[in-house]
Nanobody, 126 residues
Framework: QGQLVESGGGLVQAGGSLTVSCAASGLPFSEIAMGWFRRAPGKDREFVAAISRTADYTDYADSVKGRFTISRDNAKNTVYLQMNSLKPEDTAIYYC???????????????????WGQGTQVTVSS
């Protein structure tokens, strides 16, 4: 049974940086695309970033493009989301998710992902 566990969330001031991690177990990590999503209070879950299984392709929501970077270490079965220039509107629970994918595929739709982590809270104070 696959499992994803996020870590690294916390409280940070606006303009600061934070990196959240997601460790996978029980999954063929090198064969799955990974994504980050977030849910802000009172809002629907939204796509943040995605990365193909070999990290040759990435994609970002317009709201985070240029500020966030998704990366992965297949040797450690871990995906990262480095967040810079954080804004109060980035406050949310951040979730990682996995999807079986061939080649250089990645996905922005949450429906394509089969495993989800429990989430990690990121709070950006103004």
């Amino acid at each position: 049974q696959g499992q994803l566990v996020e870590s690294g969330g916390g409280l940070v001031q606006a303009g600061g940086s934070l990196t959240v991690s997601c460790a996978a177990s029980g999954l063929p990590f090198s064969e799955i695309a990974m994504g980050w999503f977030r849910r802000a209070p009172g809002k629907d879950r939204e796509f943040v970033a995605a990365i193909s299984r070999t990290a040759d392709y990435t994609d970002y929501a317009d709201s985070v493009k240029g500020r966030f970077t998704i990366s992965r270490d297949n040797a450690k079965n871990t995906v990262y989301l480095q967040m810079n220039s954080l804004k109060p509107e980035d406050t949310a629970i951040y979730y990682c998710a996995s999807a079986y994918a061939g080649g250089s595929a990645y996905f922005t739709e949450s429906s394509r992902y089969s495993y989800w982590g429990q989430g990690t809270q990121v709070t950006v104070s103004s």
